[in-house]
């Protein structure tokens, strides 16, 4: 009965992972207290709302666009960025300049991640969870690590289901009515990771639930104006840069979790 032990783990595995996400989920989506809690912001500037929809990468993105806009920056669809204006407007387009180096010119990906942590989107970020629009830091690596220990515990009762299944010296067709029971621990994972996604989508993992009543009340940037685009960017981010050569220079060198 070597197949009751493996089916126990399985089913330890996956209960406390399901918990622990339950528990998580639940404290994230649980207003900030108001206690030593600064006011809202009243009104959120274009890199404030970026950052809620996308995280820092996402205001990295909308400051090179910005800049290529206004010729401060020129994006080449080659994945280089060349300084054209090296005076910026704001401290975000500043550390973008400082990120290109002296010569004036980089590939743009290491541009973005450079941005993407300088200390003035560090210092938004603190703005923004101080307002209680954002999630802190914590509680955002918190909620991505219960995920991935469900999808780990998922692994693990199929691994645990085909050990059991390949015990030596068992009876013909015992195989099948064991496979069985490791079914309801996966079901219980995968069920788990599935609300957790719907409960989460279309939501911003950056924002909290002010930040993202915030973004929800936002209208549908029109088209035509470069205010309009720059809107678009920071809520939708690149895809909604419809000038192919620009969306290919901003997606150049990205990385799957490196944001969209």
Same mark, same amino acid.
């Given at each position: 009965?070597? *197949?009751?032990?493996?089916?126990? #783990?399985?089913? @330890? &595995?996956?209960?406390?992972?399901?918990?622990? %996400?339950?528990?998580?989920?639940? @404290?994230?989506?649980?207003?900030?207290?108001?206690?030593?809690?600064?006011?809202?912001?009243?009104?959120?500037?274009?890199?404030?709302?970026?950052?809620?929809?996308?995280?820092?990468?996402?205001? &990295? +993105?909308?400051?090179?666009?910005?800049?290529?806009?206004?010729?401060?920056?020129?994006?080449?669809?080659?994945? *280089?960025?060349?300084?054209? +204006?090296?005076?910026?407007?704001?401290?975000?387009?500043?550390? #973008?300049?400082?990120?290109?180096?002296?010569? =004036?010119?980089?590939?743009?990906?290491?541009?973005?991640?450079? $941005?993407?942590?300088?200390?003035?989107?560090?210092?938004?970020?603190? !703005?923004?969870?101080?307002?209680?629009?954002?999630?802190?830091?914590?509680?955002?690596?918190?909620?991505?690590?219960?995920?991935?220990? #469900?999808?780990?515990?998922?692994?693990?009762?199929? #691994?645990?289901?085909?050990?059991?299944? %390949?015990?030596?010296?068992?009876?013909? @067709?015992?195989?099948?009515?064991?496979?069985? *029971?490791? =079914?309801?621990?996966?079901?219980?994972?995968?069920?788990?990771?599935?609300?957790?996604?719907?409960?989460?989508?279309?939501?911003?993992?950056?924002?909290?639930?002010?930040?993202?009543?915030?973004?929800?009340? %936002?209208?549908?940037?029109?088209?035509?104006? +470069?205010?309009?685009?720059?809107?678009?960017?920071?809520?939708? =981010?690149?895809?909604?840069?419809? +000038?192919?050569?620009?969306? $290919?220079?901003?997606?150049? @060198? !990205?990385?799957?979790?490196?944001?969209?």
């Amino acid at each position: 009965m070597l *197949w009751v032990l493996f089916l126990l #783990v399985a089913w @330890g &595995a996956a209960a406390i992972s399901c918990i622990r %996400l339950c528990l998580v989920t639940a @404290g994230a989506a649980q207003r900030p207290s108001e206690a030593g809690r600064e006011p809202a912001l009243h009104e959120l500037n274009l890199y404030e709302t970026a950052f809620l929809a996308g995280g820092p990468h996402r205001v &990295a +993105d909308l400051a090179l666009v910005s800049m290529h806009l206004r010729r401060r920056l020129l994006l080449a669809h080659t994945g *280089w960025a060349t300084v054209v +204006d090296p005076e910026g407007r704001d401290e975000v387009e500043r550390t #973008v300049i400082r990120a290109i180096g002296p010569e =004036g010119q980089s590939r743009i990906a290491p541009i973005r991640a450079a $941005a993407a942590a300088a200390e003035a989107v560090l210092t938004l970020a603190d !703005r923004l969870v101080a307002a209680g629009l954002a999630v802190p830091h914590g509680t955002r690596t918190t909620l991505e690590s219960a995920v991935r220990a #469900v999808r780990g515990a998922a692994v693990l009762v199929v #691994v645990l289901a085909a050990a059991a299944a %390949l015990i030596p010296g068992q009876d013909p @067709g015992y195989a099948g009515p064991v496979v069985a *029971w490791f =079914g309801l621990p996966l079901v219980l994972t995968l069920g788990c990771l599935a609300i957790a996604r719907v409960e989460n989508h279309p939501y911003s993992p950056w924002a909290s639930p002010s930040g993202q009543q915030w973004l929800d009340s %936002l209208p549908a940037p029109a088209h035509g104006a +470069d205010r309009d685009l720059l809107a678009a960017v920071a809520v939708r =981010g690149v895809g909604a840069v419809e +000038d192919p050569a620009l969306r $290919a220079a901003l997606r150049s @060198g !990205r990385t799957a979790h490196s944001g969209r």
